[in-house]
């Protein structure tokens, strides 16, 4: 009978959690334009597209990206921002997983159409520019 011996390592749990921590605070420190700053850069670049010709309309756009019409509806309606919060949401750069203006709250400044609604609202919601 032959003997078969095999060595398996084994990193001490503690070193795991030590690199998960270093990991996380490396993420951390890196920023990262915020996802609301990426759709509305998704939403612009589709409006241009189909003003190009590109696309034939929205329900072109839903179907080749794989989208439903209503979202692609929330997308565009991004653009219904005044240009001054749109380029501050464009600006916006957030640590990964920690976003304070999500799509969500921008809907909520999009209750209204004017824009001097808009901004007034959005000096509610925005966060702190530090």
């Known amino acids: 009978m032959t003997e078969h011996a095999e060595t398996i390592a084994f990193r001490p749990r503690q070193r795991r959690t030590q690199a998960r921590v270093k990991r996380r605070r490396r993420q951390l420190a890196e920023r990262q334009p915020a996802r609301v700053a990426r759709r509305l850069a998704l939403a612009h670049r589709i409006a241009a597209d189909i003003e190009a010709g590109r696309y034939k309309d929205y329900a072109d756009v839903a179907r080749r990206h794989g989208l439903t019409r209503a979202r692609l509806t929330q997308l565009m309606n991004l653009l219904l921002l005044a240009p001054d919060i749109q380029e ?43």
Request: proline fraction near 9%; aromatic fraction near 6%.
């Open 88 to 130: 501050e949401v464009l600006a916006l750069e957030f640590p990964v997983g920690r976003e304070p203006v999500t799509e969500r709250t921008l809907r909520r400044v999009l209750t209204s159409l004017c824009w001097e609604d808009q901004r007034a609202a959005w000096m509610e919601l925005r966060p702190d520019p530090s």
